[in-house]
């Protein structure tokens, strides 16, 4: 079944007659949905019905998005939100850029992680004991959907680019805000072609932050994701 695209450019009726758009920024978790029992594939499918969207904005291709090919890291989309784009009239947008733009970010980070790795071992060997330190401390502590969408996490990840751009280089910062400022451009046209209405973003949690803050700046109506999924679930930890 193929999907309903919202066009970004072209405004549906009259933009100032209307309120401005809503935009959820939703953390994902790709493939560790699998493994973390207070945020799991199905409780994804279930946020995202309850947040009623309008449209969703996803961490795809255009390419990838029509033609649904599975994805090997970002699983939630053959487990959770391919099937809801068939249960629901879900108009959808792609974030992630085209050709030739999606290569040249990829070569950059790539460069940067095979020049660190030839010029400073060391440092690499100790990048990946804190990755692996941070993730199973957040793996303790994301018990629940608002866990995941905390500011705590937020802080977290934002503290880990700045220290991943300053060891990588300006390569891999390059990359990390020109990718995050693709996303950004389409989320803002989305929002402006579809005034009245409510977009959630499906991003992999290590974006939000950035999203979060560069919208919290702009005209749209940014939600506070954590505290529409507060009361999901009576008791359930929303933070850590």
């Known amino acids: 079944m193929g999907v309903t695209l919202a066009i970004a450019g072209i405004s549906q009726g009259t933009a100032s007659a209307a309120d401005p758009a809503e935009v959820i920024v939703l953390s994902t978790l790709h493939q560790l949905h699998a493994q973390t029992d207070g945020y799991s594939f199905a409780d994804l499918s279930d946020v995202i019905e309850q947040l009623h969207p309008d449209i969703l904005a996803v961490e795809l291709t255009a390419v990838d998005l029509e033609s649904r090919r599975e994805q090997s890291t970002k699983q ?21 850029p085209p050709q030739p733009l999606y290569d040249e970010l990829v070569s950059l980070f790539r460069k940067a992680q095979k ?13 990946n004991l804190y990755m692996d330190s941070l993730f199973e401390m957040l793996g303790e502590r994301w018990v629940s959907p608002g866990a995941v ?3 705590a996490t937020d802080i977290l990840f934002e503290s880990k680019h700045r220290f991943q751009s300053a060891l990588f280089g300006p390569e891999e910062a390059q990359a990390w805000q020109g990718w995050n400022q693709h996303f950004l451009q389409q989320i803002v046209r989305t929002a402006d072609a579809h005034p009245d209405k409510r977009i959630l973003v499906l991003v992999g949690a290590e974006h939000a932050y950035w999203l979060r803050a560069h919208l919290a700046d702009s005209e749209i109506i940014l939600l506070d994701t954590q ?9 359930a930890r929303s933070d850590f």
């Open 115 to 127: 020049d660190l790795s030839e010029q400073n071992p060391a440092g690499v060997e100790s990048f």
């Open 149 to 151: 969408n905390s500011r």
């Open 227 to 235: 505290r529409l999924l507060a009361d999901r679930k009576k008791g």
């Open 76 to 96: 939630e989309y053959q487990h959770s939100v391919f099937p809801l784009l068939d249960k629901h009239n879900y108009d959808v947008v792609p974030l992630e």
